[in-house]
């Protein structure tokens, strides 16, 4: 760890702290938090614009538009300001199962498409899916493989490699039935926030490589592509972030 990444940590921590008790909208917290929800939801096939998601957060509302505004889309981007909340509330917390659910149930209880559907908000999944054509963990076993992969987490000297093998892990497991790649990424954000890591923030200008990356883990079990991923978003946010210092 080095002095200037633990000076930009103290930064990061201290403005996300005062800027979100103070309900600014214009420093590093809430570009964080568009930015964040943004990219994230926008991997997933949000609708919404950078400047869409900007007014949502920093106003609650959208601008006036010819165009419809997809119900399911809103939701999930005021669900993903939640969880970044209540990442922030936990930074003290361990990594757990119990707070993966809680990081879902923020990003999914306000979504009604989800609730209609019959799909658990907040607790793993309870019908099988997959990434594509790939089969995923099995719902019957998905408390079992996040129980080893969290105790394997929580016994390492956390670094950008061992985050990228258990985010590649945690995408491969899937264990909800939605929303899997934002609280997997959430996770990341945090982990690398606790461990005094500069954070990764995975642009959707970079979804294919991102993609391509998860997908030689599972053919390969090699993290080169994520690891190299991983460190072009960290020099990305720390360049963004400069501007607030």
């Keep these: 760890m080095s002095n200037n990444n633990k000076e930009f940590l103290d930064f990061l921590l201290s403005r ?10 214009s420093g590093v917290y809430a570009y964080t ?11 997933e096939g949000s609708t919404l614009t950078e400047e869409q998601t900007a007014s949502l957060f920093d106003t609650g509302t959208l601008p006036k538009s010819d165009d419809y505004y997809r119900a399911k889309d809103i939701e999930e981007m005021n669900g993903h300001f939640l969880m ?21 149930y923020e990003l999914k209880s306000g979504v009604f498409e989800d609730r209609a559907n019959g799909y658990a908000i907040g607790d793993y999944k309870q019908r099988p899916n997959m990434i594509g054509m790939y089969k995923t963990v099995r719902p019957e076993d998905v408390a079992h493989e996040m129980c080893l992969l969290v105790d394997w987490y929580c016994e390492q000297n956390v670094n950008i490699f061992i985050l990228a093998e258990f985010h590649a892990k945690y995408e491969s497991i899937h264990p909800f039935q939605d929303g899997n790649g934002r609280t997997g990424r959430l996770i ?11 954070p990764v923030v995975i642009e959707d200008a ?36 400069k501007y607030f210092m």
């Design 188 to 198: 990341l954000f945090r982990e690398c926030l606790k461990n005094c890591i500069i």
């Design 16 to 25: 996300f702290k005062i800027e979100r008790d103070k309900f600014d909208r």
């Design 33 to 43: 938090q568009r930015l964040l929800a943004y990219n994230s939801n926008k991997i």
């Design 206 to 241: 970079n979804r294919n490589e991102y993609l391509e990356s998860l997908k030689e883990y599972r053919e390969e079990k090699s993290l080169n592509k994520l690891i190299s991923l991983f460190e072009k978003e960290q020099r990305f946010y720390l360049e963004k972030c």
């Design 84 to 104: 970044f909340n209540k990442m922030l509330d936990t930074l003290d917390e361990p990594l757990s199962q119990e707070l993966i659910k809680q990081f879902h």
